[in-house]
């Protein structure tokens, strides 16, 4: 099969709440929708999930498009291919932009399971017959972070995700002691620690059931330091780029859980690979979010079926992010969990009419 044409879409849609994280806050959400079609007229539909500015990685929304647009689209257009992770192979060519090539590679493989006619969580092996739901709350003060913990429980979320920095951390850690003894929770620091580590041993007697990337984005070795000093277990994120650094942290110790993102990754052919590594060395791994629109959220359901993902991600409702998402149906947690979509590919069509109205850029490449 082959792609013979690209579409792009560049979307931008206000929060319904700012998400607050110790590097900056988030009101509106750019990114890119991608439509690819094949020579029959199938379309697989993907997402750039990089954000405006490069506060998370060094990918913004800029970046993604010209990479789309001027290397990686005319790389794949018109190649032949049987398998998505050969299109993922001849992508490895271009250095970096994880979340540019994501975007591809999340259609491609939407496009090579809607030409099988089956449900993408059941092509890439998913047993899960539903997603745990947990849900990251990007608070500013502690009242709000109590508010919004409520109201996560109220709709059924078993696990919550909290925001932390020095000086911002035991009095939101304590608060929700206090209030939830018994809820799971974990505390993201988005590297807030690097020089300020002693103070994360006064978080260790919380009973949190992780601490996300505490120190630099991209260390391996002071994270796995740190987690022979701490008992609550380390995950990483931003540290994790592909497969080739998940192993690493493996090899050097650096974390007991993974926080897996499709984007952040360079796919889900990479997803899949740094799933099955984590689930050979017994290290935990859950689907992460991106404050992302409806088709990497319809990915990550995809994702999230594999045997691996055995605690909560941050796979949330779209409804708690958009007055109305770009997708048909969008992404529903009841009862703690989401049901995987039952149609080919990831299940969703495009929502068009909001397109339209929230789309800010369109590119056709053939
Ligand atoms: O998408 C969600 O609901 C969770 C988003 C989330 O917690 C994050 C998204 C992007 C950067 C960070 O702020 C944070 C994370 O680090 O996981
Ligand atoms: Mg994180």
């Known amino acids: ?24 806050t988030v009101r509106n959400r750019s ?34 498009f010209h990479l789309l647009k001027d290397i990686l ?28 090539k994501a975007a591809i590679d999340m259609a491609v493989w939407d496009l090579y399971a809607k030409t099988l006619n089956k449900p993408l969580h059941l092509v890439i092996g998913g047993t899960r017959k539903t997603v745990l739901a947990g849900i990251s709350i990007g608070a500013s003060t ?9 109201a996560a429980l109220k ?33 993201d620091a988005n590297s807030a620690y690097i020089d300020h580590e002693k103070e994360l041993s006064a978080l260790d007697d919380y009973g949190l059931q992780m601490i996300e990337q505490p120190l630099s984005q991209d260390d391996f070795i002071d994270h796995a330091g740190l987690q022979k000093r701490l008992k609550t277990p380390i995950c990483l994120d931003e540290s994790i780029t592909s497969f080739h650094s998940a192993k690493t942290a493996v090899e050097l110790k650096s974390c007991r859980v993974i926080n897996l993102k499709i984007g952040r990754v360079g796919g889900l052919t990479e997803a899949i690979k740094i799933h099955d590594l984590c689930l050979e060395h017994g ?25 691996g993902f055995t605690i909560p991600g941050d796979i949330s409702s779209s409804e708690r992010y958009w007055e109305e998402d770009i997708t048909l149906p969008d992404v529903k947690v009841k009862d703690g969990v989401i049901t995987p ?9 495009l929502n068009r009419k909001r397109l339209e109205q929230v789309r800010k850029h369109y590119e056709l490449l053939e």
């Open 73 to 100: 689209a005319p790389l794949v257009i018109n190649h032949q291919f049987t398998r998505p992770e050969e299109l993922h192979k001849r992508m490895a060519e271009i250095r970096k932009n994880p979340m540019a």
């Open 31 to 64: 990114g890119i929708i991608i439509e690819a079609t094949d020579e029959n007229g199938v379309t697989g539909y993907g997402e750039a999930v990089a954000f405006s500015t490069p506060w998370y990685t060094e990918e913004t929304t800029q970046t993604c």
């Open 283 to 307: 290290i935990q791994v859950w689907c992460g979010g991106m404050l992302e629109f409806g088709i990497s959220r319809a990915h990550n359901v995809a994702l999230a079926t594999l045997e």
């Open 341 to 349: 979509f039952k149609g080919p590919g990831i299940g969703v069509s």
């Open 142 to 150: 502690v009242e709000q972070l109590l508010e919004q913990t409520n």
């Open 155 to 187: 709709d059924g979320y078993s696990r919550i995700k909290i925001k932390i920095a020095p000086g911002r951390d035991l009095d939101r850690i304590r608060a929700i002691r206090e209030a939830f003894p018994e809820l799971s929770v974990l505390a």
């Open 1 to 24: 099969m082959r792609i013979v044409r690209i579409e792009l879409h560049v979307i931008e849609m206000a929060l319904k709440t700012p998400f607050v994280t110790s590097l900056g």
